[in-house]
T-cell receptor
């Protein structure tokens, strides 16, 4: 149990376009989902926390207008990178938790390359 | 105060050895400490987690030692295998936020 999927697993887009990444909890209801960004050989950096039906809470320094997060249901959260630039190229990982649970279940990640 | 300091940055051990990875924190509000294993190009996978009310927890070949007074915790991997070669992250979380603060990671290589 506690499987989280992400789609796509990798994506290449041109500079200036927008990209949407989906995060789904497959066998449980995720009251909270987290979005992380990871650069090569670095740690995971929390970008935002999203709760179903409410606005995401962004970490300091993360542009909310650039990284749009929607948590429309208890099994789906999406991250849209708007007007992507090469510096947005990174590994994006989501995680999901059950209600009032500490355990975060991570998705397999999405590799974004902006050319 | 929100940081979790992890060491060493990298570690090489022989097969069968016991690598030890250490983490330290400052925020006394942290009350949940998980360890994650990550292979290249994959998402992190939970290995084991501990709360401050116990000093040690074992799950298979993985053991967490926790020192509440020193605000330190460590991961021990018994009888390490080449398949354990990965990056290991410690993290800390506090009741109410459930956000993780991750350590900087340790790249472990187990030689055959």
């Amino acid at each position: 149990g506690a499987v989280v999927s992400q789609h796509p697993s990798w994506v290449i887009c041109k500079s200036g376009t927008s990209v949407k990444i989906e995060c789904r909890s497959l066998d449980f209801q995720a009251t909270t989902m987290f979005w992380y960004r990871q650069f090569p050989k670095q740690s995971l950096m929390l970008m935002a926390t999203s709760n179903e039906g409410s606005k995401a809470t962004y970490e300091q320094g993360v542009e909310k207008d650039k990284f749009l997060i929607n948590h429309a249901s208890l099994t789906l959260s999406t991250l849209t990178v708007t007007s992507a630039h090469p510096e947005d190229s990174s590994f994006y990982i989501c995680s999901a938790t059950r209600v009032e649970s500490y355990e975060q279940y991570f998705g397999p990640g999405t590799r974004l390359t902006v050319t | 105060q929100q940081q979790v300091k992890q060491s060493p940055q990298s570690l090489i051990v022989q097969k069968g050895g016991i690598p030890i990875i250490n983490c330290a924190y400052e925020n006394t509000a942290f009350d949940y400490f998980p360890w994650y294993q990550q292979f290249p190009g994959k998402g992190p996978a939970l290995l084991i987690a501990i709360r401050p009310d116990v000093s040690e927890k074992k799950e298979g070949r993985f053991t967490i030692s926790f020192n509440k007074s020193a605000k330190q915790f460590s991961l021990h991997i018994m009888d390490s295998q080449p398949g354990d070669s990965a990056t290991y992250f410690c993290a800390a979380s506090a009741t109410g936020t459930y956000k993780y603060i991750f350590g900087t990671g340790t790249r472990l290589k187990v030689l055959a």
